[in-house]
């Protein structure tokens, strides 16, 4: 079985495994970090969306082999950690306009939202409601109009 | 010193006040139980006949059936002060998203006077003594607790206070609490925690208090934010499959190609065992087990297995099967009078997916001699019994653990997953972690029945003669317990007789609450063997949104503006003040451009009245947006939701409730629903199946919470699901020009390109660094 090495939430892991077990599945069966949610394995989603050097993606559609040593791998729980506090801008606005219902998706989402907003802000632009129409994380809880007014605030102090 | 019932001897401070029963329970630290039934209905109430004669659902609804289940039972519900000061409570219901841990840490943070902080709730095991009252649905769980949670909790205050009381030699009238402090005006004071052994009972006594009016409520009334939203921001909160069970590895199920089909042969089970990270495959009733590693192997191993098929129970049926056979099953209507002009109509729904958005599952762990399962059950009770019995072990040898869950929506009423999971584990004799895939969640996952709901309504110079709705539905199973909940106390009351469980239930959901003379409604159902449920708010999506259609025709044809005429018909004031409020909020009848127009959707249910108006966009251009692998289609722009929950207790979580309860109507009415081809769902992923995406959801959302008009929560997880999609319905038909009469709109055009049926799970992409942004 084939060795992987990667970043995960700012330490080195190395992991055994089969070249194309989804990483997603290295991360939550293997490693044990559980805030990437399975919610299809289908890349559609997305409440598995996590960061690979900043820019959100979807572990549950990455064979493990396709992450370099180099790669930096954030999941939600590594989150607050790259701004160096204990929660980052965007999960405060989470819990200011309590977007959350069962929680699943939430992980994902915030994820989302952060890297929607850094690319917004590298183009040197606002968030727009073309942005948020274009987000593809799935809330079966329908919370879609409190994450719409999260987003915005957290944004603002980012 | 034990009390009597009626003869409460603590000094009475308002002997108009009801007083409510309990027991301090023999244990270390203070606790204290109440009885479901004392505290449902009071002391003085307990003892009262079941209310007759049962009428439809204005005058008895489900949710009273539902607290009446409760009288019998003797399973005392308990709040616990530990020595650190915190307060504890095992919940005997399921949170789910729905916000039920946070009301109850409400309740109890109010009688208690602690901060909510320091109130945990966990949600407890399967306790058959409870009986029917472990059940979670029919949006029952605020308007049961709210009396019994709150008793407990103000036992548990009054205890505290006459403890300081002894101790400090002051009367007990003296002593005050604030923020889990207790104090007298010497300065003595006192944590909770300081004093919760010394308040302890050495035996069960019982005693009784009275509850604070709420007129002096500090905390329930007022917006409070989820108790676990911390834990879920950061990823922490954990959910089923986030557990560690020693050595429950994951595992997936190989499914056949149509629904409940059978496994003929397998051909290569060594050899698929002999797969990296497999561990064990086994033949099961719906299909072939693979355990694993990692789930990802479970995926590779599943879809290698080579499996022969037997069909399932509704092989040959596909959506137009399905619909000839409602049809042919119609009850009929009766002939206009003499005189009377009609409107008659006809809707169809086609099937839809309740799939939460976490796939169900569950661990188990089973023994020769016992077993252990892990799952998020609405009815663990009857998951305990049936398991139980599946597995030949006495039922108090099976463990059942509830789990939050990541939505249910109707779905965890049922413990197929958690019975499968069970099967599997004893075959295989090792402890799993079953999860289904995606694509099995929505192909063989329980359903809302496809439905047809004819309505006649006939008039003559200007009134309503008679309102008329025939619904026609697939069979919907309430197998869970539900059914056995309304044998056991439905079978006294004239509406159980001859009717079936479905029909009582229909009849205690379904209410016209507009004076539209002779007014019947009817349900039949075609017994189909689909695997089907209760869906957020059962029937009343379908049969409300049939008929707020047919209620503006009427109001077209009596030539009276529609908001008009509904003030004019209706019967109920409180639905008469939601509307008033929605038609100003979201001001009803502003200009608008060609093919935008507003609709109108009203709804009373489980104690609690909802009004929606929202506005919809028509236009080429919106509907013709382009989103990759998406439904666009019309737009809901602006939506208005007005609720009167009786007695709101937390209006943050409310206002929650109904934005979901809006997006779930637009879901329904515009773009999702299964499509049944031969035996099954094409659905396979949330690119199939179209619940409402951020392109389809409003971006200006209001929501109103009315003050208090009862002194009683009503229901809310579900109450605004029927009238957001009666709403939408009612805005599409003006903004086209035509009443729609099949839904979800986009039904008839297929959006995607369904999976294959075999292997029944899709393989991951592996481009997914493609999309990354
Ligand atoms: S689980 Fe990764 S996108 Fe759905
Ligand atoms: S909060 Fe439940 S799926 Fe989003």
Redesign the pocket.
């Known amino acids: 079985m084939a060795q992987h090495t990667f970043v995960l939430n700012g330490a080195r892991v190395t992991v055994e495994v089969a070249d194309d077990v989804r990483l997603?599945w290295v991360l939550r069966d293997i490693l044990g970090v559980t805030g990437?949610?399975?919610?299809?394995?289908?890349?559609?989603?997305?409440?598995?969306?996590s960061h690979i050097n900043g820019k959100a993606f979807?572990?549950?559609?990455v064979p493990v082999s396709k992450i370099k040593e180099t790669d930096e791998i954030t999941t939600i729980e590594g989150l607050p950690a790259t701004v160096g506090r204990d929660l980052h801008p965007m999960q405060e606005a989470w819990l200011e306009e309590d977007v959350s219902q069962c929680g699943y998706c939430q992980p994902?989402q915030i994820m989302a939202a952060v890297a929607l907003v850094r690319k917004a802000k590298a183009e040197g632009r606002q968030i727009t409601d073309a942005d948020l129409d274009g987000l593809r994380n799935i809330c079966r809880c329908g919370t879609y109009s409190r994450i719409r007014t999260a987003i915005k605030k957290g944004a603002a102090r980012m | 010193m034990a009390e009597q019932r009626r003869s409460p001897q603590a000094p009475p401070e308002d002997p108009t006040r009801r007083r409510f029963l309990g027991y301090l329970l023999a244990a270390p630290t203070l606790a204290v139980g109440v009885t479901w039934a004392d505290a449902v209905f009071g002391a003085d109430e307990a003892e009262a006949a079941i209310p007759s004669p049962p009428q439809p659902e204005n005058l008895f609804d489900l949710g009273d059936l539902q607290n009446l289940a409760a009288l019998p039972t003797s399973g005392l519900i308990g709040v616990q002060v530990n020595e650190d000061g915190t307060a504890s409570f095992a919940l005997h219901r399921t949170e789910v998203g729905q916000g039920i841990t946070t009301a109850v840490a409400m309740m109890i943070a109010e009688e208690l006077d602690l901060p909510i902080d320091k109130v945990h709730i966990t949600l407890a095991d399967a306790r058959p003594e409870l009986l029917m009252n472990q059940l979670t649905g029919g949006s029952n769980s605020v308007r049961s607790i709210f009396t019994p949670v709150r008793t407990a909790s103000a036992l548990a205050r009054q205890q505290l206070r006459r403890t300081a009381a002894a101790q400090w030699g002051v009367p007990e009238g003296e002593v005050t609490t604030n923020d889990g402090v207790l104090a007298h005006r010497s300065g003595r004071t006192a944590t909770y925690g300081s004093l919760a052994k010394a308040a302890a009972s050495d035996r069960t006594v019982q005693v009784s208090v009275t509850l604070k009016a709420v007129t002096d409520f500090k905390v329930l009334g007022k917006p409070q934010n989820r108790i676990d939203a911390h834990d879920i921001v950061t990823g922490r909160k954990r959910f089923g499959l986030d557990l560690q069970v020693p050595d429950a590895k994951p595992c997936m199920v190989r499914r056949p190609p149509t629904i409940n089909g059978t496994v003929r042969t397998v051909r290569n089970a060594a050899a698929v065992k002999a797969m990296p990270g497999i561990t064990d495959v086994a033949v099961v009733k719906y299909g072939v087990a693979v355990r694993g590693e990692t789930f990802g192997q479970c995926i590779d191993g599943l879809r290698a297995l080579d499996v022969d098929w037997n069909p399932g129970t509704v092989a040959g049926e596909s959506d137009a099967t399905v619909l000839a056979k409602l049809k042919q099953a119609q009850l009929p209507l009766v002939a206009p009078a003499l005189g009377a002009l009609s409107v008659d109509a006809e809707f169809t729904f086609a099937f839809a997916s309740n799939a939460p958005l976490e796939p169900d599952n569950a661990i188990a762990d089973v023994r020769s001699d016992r077993a252990e399962i892990w799952s998020t059950l609405k009815v663990p009770i009857d998951a305990k019994q049936d398991i139980a019995v599946q597995l030949g072990l006495p039922a108090d040898k099976v463990v059942v653990h509830v789990v939050p869950g990541g939505g249910s929506f109707g779905r965890h009423l049922f413990h197929d997953v958690a019975a499968e999971a069970a099967e599997i584990s004893q075959k295989m004799g090792k402890p799993v972690k079953l999860s289904w895939t995606?694509t099995d969640d929505f192909r063989q996952g329980r359903t809302h029945p496809m439905c047809v709901s004819r309505v006649r309504a006939t008039h003559l110079l200007g009134n309503v003669l008679t309102y008329e709705q025939r619904h026609v539905s697939s069979e919907t199973s309430f197998s869970h317990g539900l059914g056995e909940m309304i044998t056991s106390t439905a079978a006294s009351l004239p509406i159980a007789g001859n009717y079936s469980f479905a029909q009582t239930i229909f009849l205690l959901t379904q209410s016209v609450p507009y004076d539209f003379g002779v007014t019947t409604q009817l349900l039949n159902e075609v017994p189909l063997r689909f695997n089907t449920g209760s869906m957020r708010n059962i029937y009343s999506p379908n049969v409300v949104c049939a008929r707020e259609l047919v209620v503006d025709r009427l109001a077209a044809k009596l030539g009276k503006d529609p908001i008009a005429f509904r003030r004019e018909f209706l019967k109920d004031d409180r639905l008469r003040a939601v509307l008033d409020e929605a038609v100003a909020v979201g001001q009803w009848g502003r200009a608008l451009p060609k093919g935008v127009a507003q609709g109108i959707g009203l709804h009373t249910e489980y104690r609690g009245a909802v009004a929606v108006l929202v506005e919809v966009d028509c236009r080429p251009e919106t509907v013709n947006r382009p989103i990759r692998d998406g439904v666009t289609g019309p737009r809901v722009t602006r939506a208005t939701v007005v609720v009167d929950a009786g007695l709101p207790l937390n209006p943050r979580g409310l206002d929650a409730q109904m934005i979901g309860g809006l997006n779930d109507g637009i879901a329904l009415a515009l773009t999702s629903s299964l499509h049944i081809k031969d035996g099954i769902p094409l659905e396979g992923s949330?690119d199939n199946y179209f619940y409402t995406r951020q392109w389809n959801t409003p971006p200006d959302v209001r929501v109103v919470v009315m003050p208090p008009t009862t002194g009683n929560p009503s229901g809310a997880g579900e109450i605004a699901v029927a009238a957001a999609f009666a709403a939408v319905a009612t805005a599409y038909g003006r903004a086209t020009g035509t009443m729609p009469t099949s839904f979800p709109i986009n039904h008839s055009t297929l959006s995607f390109e369904p999976f294959p049926l075999q292997p029944s799970t899709p393989a991951s992409p592996t481009d997914?660094l493609d999309t990354a942004f």
């Open positions: 997603l990437p949610k399975y919610g299809c394995g289908l890349n559609v989603c997305k409440s598995c969306t979807n572990p549950c559609s994902g | 995606r949330w997914g």
